[in-house]
């Protein structure tokens, strides 16, 4: 069995609102689904980041309930060229990058977080290629 890439990635919220307003206003990300008491879909590249508030989706039956509590991590790869670029953005939103890490083949990432504590990271290309 061989997949193409990973689709989707999910994240639980606590306010739909204030997550739309870091993803959209602040990441500037777009938005391709809202649906008020439920959750708020963002296009990234070819995938999708799904936010849902956890309660709805624990309770329903279909799609089969799913959930998860704690920090959950997702990495960004910016284009190339803009690395540097998103990081100085990421910074003049008043947005503290907790780590920064240069990996062993030289690739750079740092860390932050969004509102509800996930710990969010911007890689430079290339750094999962073979």
């Known amino acids: 069995m061989q997949f193409s890439q990973i689709k989707e990635t999910c994240l639980y919220v606590k306010d739909l609102r204030r997550t739309m307003a870091f993803y959209m206003d602040t990441l500037g990300v777009e938005m391709i689904s809202y649906v008020k008491e439920s959750h708020v879909f963002f296009r990234v590249g070819s995938s999708v980041l799904l936010c849902f508030l956890e309660k709805p989706v624990r309770e329903q039956d279909i799609p089969p309930p799913h959930y998860a509590s704690g920090v959950i991590h997702l990495a960004f790869e910016a284009p190339e060229g803009e690395y540097d670029n998103i990081r100085e953005e990421v910074e003049s939103n008043e947005i503290e990058i907790i780590h920064d890490h240069v ?15 996930h710990l969010l990271e911007v890689i430079e290309p290339g750094m999962w290629d073979n």
């Open 103 to 117: 990996w062993e083949k030289g690739h750079r990432s740092f860390y932050f977080k969004d509102p509800d504590g």
